[in-house]
């Protein structure tokens, strides 16, 4: 008889995340620190499951979930909400036992999704053998830095880096909430200029509430003249930095805050040790935004997000009732695009 994975609370047991940094695959979005985010923003239910050695009682593969009850978008378990990406550390052989195990125990979800990213072998990218909708890219972090300099693009990348610095813009790290709301304001004009809501502000401080003391945030910040005009919420955990939230003030970017911005931050990666700088998920259609990462000689890994028991298709190009959405949201007072994340994001995922 096969032996079945145990639910584990990752809060109390210790042996989860000491697993989790032991593990070469493992990334921020296991740690228990980001559940902990996840679970007081939202308020969705944790379901944490590892394969116990029968011997010793270490672990030896886990997976990751939060069972989503939505009136809106239905009942539903996520490795993992509001992450890019979150292999199952198991071996393939144990998929299907995680899969049928979880479906047993949630009876009454409409599916289980995974979200994988491929070790850049486009024909073995995932077990479930599905077309990717988004990638990354992430930047292997050379030892020269002069090196990785002159590996970027340019006219794109280093001239502006250049044009930043000629317009004497400065970064320093935020140190305290009052920087993280210039954060959010922030992120709410960049969302509504492409006429998005902007993630609920309690997502970001429950990231500076319990990720920062744990050395596993910074908050750069760009300045001109004393004021903040781009800005980026960075996860960092092992060898990798998460550059998944930046946002920038539209009426100085012909001063390349967004170059200096990330530049700085692939420095302080650098000094810290870090081997990967991850630009973070874009999605397939959003080519220019590819071409951008790219011209900072980051590598594109395909990401695919698989659904049991039926496959299904994120759809992530809309059709005119989002292309409508948009365009109100780009008209709403930043108030109500506020309100409106608050109220769509937690029926999401």
């Known amino acids: 008889m096969k032996p079945e994975p145990k639910i584990i609370d990752p809060k109390s047991d210790k042996r989860w995340d000491k697993f989790v940094y032991k593990h070469p695959g493992a990334s921020i979005y296991h740690h228990s620190s980001w559940g902990d985010v996840i679970e007081q923003t939202y ?60 479906l047993r125990y949630h009876l009454d979800i409409n599916h289980l999704e995974l979200r994988f990213i491929s070790n850049g072998d486009e024909e073995q990218a ?102 903040v005009i781009a800005a980026a919420v960075i996860l960092k955990f092992k060898e990798t930095y998460y550059f998944e939230y930046s946002a920038s003030h539209q009426r100085f970017l012909k001063s390349c805050p967004n170059h200096k911005l990330i530049w700085e931050s692939i420095k302080i990666a650098h000094k810290d040790g870090a081997k990967y700088f991850d630009f973070g998920r874009s999605s397939q259609s959003h080519k220019s935004l590819i071409e951008f990462k790219e011209r900072w000689a980051a590598k594109r890994y395909h990401l695919t997000y698989c659904f049991f028991p039926k496959a299904k298709r994120v759809n992530t190009e809309g059709g005119n009732g989002r292309k409508i959405l948009e365009f109100v949201n780009g008209h709403l007072p930043n108030r109500l695009l506020q309100l409106e994340g608050n109220f769509l994001y937690p029926h999401i995922g």
């Open 126 to 227: 995932d077990p479930c053998k599905q077309q990717s909708t988004f990638v990354t890219n992430i930047l292997e972090i050379k030892p020269d830095l002069d090196e990785m300099f002159r590996s970027f693009h340019n006219t794109s990348v280093r001239h502006r880096i250049k044009r930043a610095e000629r317009n004497k813009l400065t970064v320093r790290m935020a140190e305290n909430e009052q920087d993280l709301k210039a954060f959010y304001r922030l992120t709410t004009m960049t969302r509504k200029k492409h006429g998005l809501p902007p993630q609920p502000y309690r997502f970001f401080a429950n990231m500076w509430k319990i990720l920062k003391p744990k050395n596993l945030l910074i908050v750069p910040m760009v300045e001109y003249q004393g004021k």
């Open 43 to 102: 308020r969705y239910n944790p379901f944490y499951l590892a394969f116990e050695n029968a011997e010793t009682g270490n672990f030896e593969s886990i997976v990751p979930f939060f069972r989503i009850d939505s009136k809106l978008t239905g009942k539903r378990l996520i490795s993992l909400p509001f992450t890019s990406y979150c292999n199952p550390l198991i071996e393939k052989e144990q998929l299907d036992d995680v899969v049928c195990f979880a």
